[in-house]
């Protein structure tokens, strides 16, 4: 098992679609944080504020344990998000974890 990076990047105005499909969303990381596998997941707020309200986000950031990178691509493209047109375009990489160690 190896960790990877997914990082997602919001069409414009997504906010009404992520709050649409944000609990299937939220359960998915729920079962890999269930699992153990889910290190950090977060959105990046559109404003420098932890609560950017209506001015909504820009995209993603997931790390997690997959077996592969093809598994976590797999996954990454099964998302509510990207099926509810929330991602322009996700990326999967490979992702080396040095702090915290």
């Known amino acids: 098992m190896m960790l990877y990076a997914i990082i997602c990047e919001d069409v414009p105005e997504s906010l ?48 997690a344990q997959f077996a592969s990178i093809d598994h976590a691509k797999e996954w990454a493209n099964a998302d509510p998000y990207l099926d509810s047109g929330v991602y322009a375009h996700v990326t999967v990489k490979p992702f080396k974890q040095i702090f915290p160690s």
């Open 16 to 63: 009404p679609k992520r709050q649409q499909a944000r609990p299937a969303h939220l359960a998915r990381l729920q079962i890999l944080q269930d699992a153990g596998r889910l290190v950090l997941a977060g959105p990046h707020p559109a404003i420098d504020c932890e609560n950017p309200a209506e001015a909504g986000f820009t995209g993603s950031l997931i790390v």
